[in-house]
């Protein structure tokens, strides 16, 4: 079985400018989660969705930042301005209902 | 209250000794606790994850140790291997909803 699928696995952009990040989760998987990691840190919920349905984004800051998750699929996380403090890693994890979340490699986002 | 407070920051065991890296949370609402492996460049992988209606649970060189009144749980690893060297994430959550991360311990197996 597949995991969580993310792409790209790394950006580098100058500040100002905008990026987008995609995810495809494990098929079936009606939840989806994205987290952002700072360095030396642990994962932090961004945004949480059921089927496409955003049910927790309680955390995205939405000034800047949206996300969409069409057809209750993949998602995509959009920033826009990106900010010097915006680089982190983004993770994707994906889970049943009442399941254990699977995550993906993530996407490592340098903004200089 | 939403905190999971995780400890130590780094930790280095001689090959074959034990790891221990402990947590503790606040919310008593919590009833999912998992740990977390992650490798450099790489996603946090489920290792093992406990309910609070047990006290313990070992798959294979890892176990969970869980005190329900002292809000506390732990993870040991026996027979600590170089291939464990990996950041350890501590997490809870309710219900499935976000999982609230501790801050991570670096664990460094010296062969």
């Known amino acids: 079985e597949a995991g969580v699928v993310q792409s790209p696995r790394y950006k580098i952009i100058e500040k100002k400018q905008p990026v987008a990040f995609w995810c495809n989760p494990i098929s079936g998987h009606n939840t989806l989660y994205w987290y952002r990691q700072n360095l030396g840190q642990g994962p932090e919920l961004l945004i949480r969705?059921?089927?496409?349905?955003?049910?927790?984004d309680s955390q995205l800051p939405k000034d800047r930042f949206s996300a969409e998750r069409l057809k209750g699929v993949d998602s995509t996380l959009k920033i826009q301005p990106a900010e010097l403090g915006d680089s982190a890693v983004y993770l994707c994890?994906?889970?049943?209902?009442?399941?254990?979340?699977?995550f993906g490699p993530g996407t490592r986002l340098t903004v200089l | 209250q939403q905190q999971v407070k995780q400890s130590p920051q780094s930790l280095i065991v001689q090959k074959g000794g034990i790891s221990i890296i402990n947590c503790a949370y606040e919310?008593?609402?919590?009833?999912?606790f998992p740990w977390y492996q992650q490798f450099p460049g790489k996603g946090p992988a489920l290792l093992i994850a406990?309910?609070?209606?047990?006290s313990e649970k070992k798959e294979g060189r890892f176990t969970i140790s869980f005190n329900k009144s002292a809000k506390q749980f732990s993870l040991h690893i026996m027979d600590s291997q170089p291939g464990d060297s990996a950041t350890y994430f501590c997490?809870?959550?309710?219900?499935?909803?976000?999982?609230?991360f501790g801050q991570g311990t670096r664990l460094t197996i010296n062969p």
């Open positions: 994890a994906s889970s049943s209902i009442l399941d254990t979340q699977y």
């Open positions: 919310n008593t609402a919590f009833d999912y």
């Open positions: 997490a809870a959550t309710q219900g499935a909803q976000k999982l609230v």
């Open positions: 969705y059921e089927n496409e349905e955003a049910v927790d």
């Open positions: 406990i309910r609070p209606d047990v």
